[in-house]
């Protein structure tokens, strides 16, 4: 299997979905000429032109909102957002708009819009560049809300994202753009709803959303080697909708669950799936469900202020520990 | 207690009357007679409509926000009479009469207002969200200045489709206000979409006068600075209003050159029914309501012989009977079924295969359209008033296997 980097991978996806489907284009900050902020969409207005790879204004909300108006008669566009914190001045768009438009119009129209975004801390970016927002869009019905964190699936859920009908909120991280990884030839689209088992263990579920599935999955190797303890570690992908099947089989053989994020702990996903496992599975707990999340506060500047402010596998390791705490 | 002097606010003029606008002079010869006379029942019928919506609301059939366009119909209808059957027409939350303009039955839109499942939206938009696909009329919006946005990227599909269709995106005067104002306007003419927005200037935004929400209150120049032209008409003369619209969407459709528009009238009503006008005189209504747009029109008609004015009366009885129908249409439908509440979040596909695969607390519980097989349990959901999700325990695919399988007992400890 060939292996690349999460930016080409997604590069992949949408060329293979573009030569697949005249509908789908491109639109965003810097996504033509300068290639993406990131450089996602490299070489894709020379293949494909400037009609469908459209570098625009510095205008979020409006860009967004034009993707749901061209979405709503036909077109398939993606729209890129240089971060996640950029999205905000488009969340008018986003929730009034997207999410909605399906349901308050009784069905009459949909809204097969793809809105992709980095998000994450670690570049020193400070208070305006470096949040991690799932929660915000897993909070809206009518979104779907994809978070992979392999090249493989930012590949294979990119494909899926633009072939849904539905306004899909694509978050990628920044930190995993270089990341390698082996993805399949000639591969489609994958399921949304299905997560990944990436580590099978007995003993702790850790569930681990976006960059911090491969932080989880650290901590469990730490978790064998120094304490004897097999961690199962699940990454589920997409949050809307979650595999939350997956979970429950987990935590029902394992009786515990770390939820670990880098968005901030209150109203995180992390209290959403917690909320679900104790819902759904009180019974199999033998402790409660812990969560590790990034820090109460806006992302600092500066370097050990950052590192202190999103979770290490330390923390992880700490929190899954704690489970059997009480035994 | 002080009486308060009713002004706009700083003692200054009332609502700006602009110079260069002639009310009540003659500007355009009138159109044929069948012309006339589409022109004067449509604007006739949203009068009768809105005054009757009024009153429904009054007597509680209608909920919510109730926002009317009395005084405002020459610019509705001078407006989408400019427009193809093929274009495309977008609108604020003051909608009905962009709807019933663009040949929406009265019968769904007033059953829209009752929040009937035989609506437009099928009682899911209310006043401020109907719509109607086949009529390519794609919305009314509740967020001021939230539908420019749309409006753009639905010329820019048009655009891109290499149609011939232009979008008209109505807003009010508030909405030049709106950052999506400057972002669309710059965006349209960047990228030279098939656009004409038209401003329906009311003189309001909610109770604040344009000279106290807008430093510039010719709002025909505020988009040109961004490079779309603007043109001021009449919006108390339909034929004004056609025209200008008319001019501007054939520099859309062959030019590509988005344009602007603005259409000052008057509302005569308050903001929504909830408004006690205390932001202007009566003195000032009366001023404007002289210059009424449908009885200018119906008295030209009748001066220059193209009807009588049994013929105007006529037609205001047909408008009124079309009304009546309506409302008795819409009292008789029924609300929608509560088992209907999840439906149309989401398209239904391999990924979304029903609706408990996205609210995951309510497995087997809100199915959806196409999933639901009885409607008992959503329904009592729905009665509960929430999506409670305790009713029902998941039934964990586990478990089924262990039922399936040996049949051996779990040992719970």
């Not at chain 1, 590192?307 to 923390?315: D, I, L, R, S």
Request: glycine fraction near 10%; include cysteine; aromatic fraction near 6%.
């Amino acid at each position: 299997m060939p292996t690349m980097r999460y930016r080409e991978a997604l590069n992949q996806a949408l060329r293979e979905e573009m030569h697949e489907d005249e509908r789908v284009f491109l639109m965003g900050e810097d996504v033509g000429v300068f290639q993406g902020a990131f450089k996602v969409t490299a070489g894709l207005l020379e293949e494909f032109g400037e009609k469908r790879v459209r570098d625009t204004p510095i205008s979020e909300n409006t860009i967004v909102g034009m993707g749901v108006g061209s979405a709503m008669i036909g077109l398939r566009p993606v729209v890129e957002l240089m971060t996640i914190n950029f999205s905000l001045l488009a969340m008018d768009q986003i929730v009034n708009h997207a999410a909605a438009i399906r349901y308050m119009f009784g069905g009459q129209v949909k809204v097969p819009l793809v809105v992709r975004m980095p998000q994450g801390a670690g570049h020193q970016l400070g208070p305006t560049h470096s949040h991690s927002f799932e929660a915000f869009y897993l909070h809206v019905p009518g979104l779907l809300v994809a978070a992979p964190s392999t090249p493989a699936d930012a590949k294979g859920l990119l494909k899926a994202s633009i072939r849904d009908d539905n306004p899909v909120i694509f978050i990628e991280h920044e930190t995993l753009y270089g990341q390698r990884g082996e993805v399949p030839e000639n591969g489609g689209p994958m399921r949304f709803g299905e997560a990944a088992i990436r580590r099978e263990g007995d003993d702790v579920t850790i569930i681990g959303i976006s960059r911090m599935a491969i932080t989880a999955e650290k901590a469990a190797a730490k978790l064998a080697d120094e304490h004897d303890i097999e961690a199962e570690v699940i990454d589920p992908r997409t949050l809307r909708p979650l595999d939350l099947d997956t979970i429950l089989e987990s935590v029902q053989k394992t009786n515990r669950a770390v939820i670990v994020e880098e968005g901030w702990p209150h109203g995180g996903v992390g209290a959403n799936l917690a909320a679900l496992i104790q819902e759904q599975a009180f019974d199999d707990l033998d402790a409660p469900v812990q969560r590790v999340t990034g820090a109460d506060v806006p992302m600092p500047y500066s370097k050990p202020l950052e590192q202190a402010a999103f979770p290490h596998e330390e923390h992880v390791v700490q929190a899954a520990l704690a489970t059997f705490r009480d035994l | 207690m002080a009486t308060r002097e009713k002004t706009n606010g700083d003692g200054a003029a009332p609502t700006d009357v602009p110079a260069d606008i002639k009310f009540g002079e003659i500007k355009h010869d009138l159109p044929d007679k069948g012309t006339c006379e589409t022109v004067l029942s449509k604007m006739m019928l949203i009068r009768r409509f809105e005054e009757r919506a009024g009153e429904m609301y009054a007597k509680a059939k209608i909920g919510g926000f109730l926002h009317l366009c009395i005084g405002e119909e020459a610019t509705v209808v001078g407006g989408t009479q400019a427009l193809r059957e093929t274009d495309y027409l977008m609108s604020t939350y003051r909608e009905h009469g962009q709807a019933l303009a663009r040949g929406t039955d009265p019968k769904v839109v007033m059953a829209e207002l009752f929040g009937r499942v035989t609506g437009c939206s099928k009682g899911r938009g209310g006043s401020m969200h109907l719509f109607d696909w086949d009529k390519r009329f794609l919305g009314g919006y509740g967020i001021v200045g939230g539908s420019l946005p749309l409006s753009a990227g639905v010329a820019l599909a048009n655009d891109y489709l290499e149609t011939e269709d232009v979008i008209v995106s109505m807003m009010g005067d508030g909405a030049t206000n709106q950052g999506t104002f400057g972002e669309t306007m710059n965006l349209a003419a960047l990228w030279k979409l098939p656009v004409v927005f038209v401003i329906i200037n009311n003189q309001f935004g909610m109770g604040t006068a344009l000279h106290r929400h807008s430093a510039v209150t010719d709002l025909s120049i505020k988009s040109e600075g961004f490079g779309v032209p603007g043109t001021r008409c009449d919006g108390m003369d339909v034929l004004d209003v056609h025209s200008v619209v008319t001019d501007a969407l054939r520099c859309a459709r062959e030019e590509r050159r988005p344009q602007l528009v603005e259409a000052v009238t008057y509302r005569y009503r308050g903001h929504s029914m909830a408004d006690p006008e205390e932001y202007r005189t009566k003195e000032e209504v009366e001023e404007w309501r002289a210059r009424d747009p449908i009885k200018a029109f119906s008295d030209r008609l009748v001066a220059e012989g193209v009807m009588s004015e049994e013929d105007v009366e006529r037609f205001d009885a047909e408008a009124i009977a079309t009304v009546d129908e309506a409302v008795k249409f819409a009292d008789e439908s029924p609300f929608p079924d509560l088992d209907s509440l999840y439906d149309d979040i989401y398209v239904f596909d391999s990924d979304v295969p029903a609706w408990w695969t996205v609210d995951e607390r309510s497995p087997h519980v809100h199915r959806g359209e196409h999933e639901r097989e009885s409607g008992e349990v959503p329904h009592r959901l729905a009665e509960q008033g929430a999506a409670y999700a305790g009713v029902e325990r998941r039934a964990r695919p586990r478990d089924e296997d262990k039922d399936e399988g040996e049949g051996e007992p779990e040992d719970d400890g």
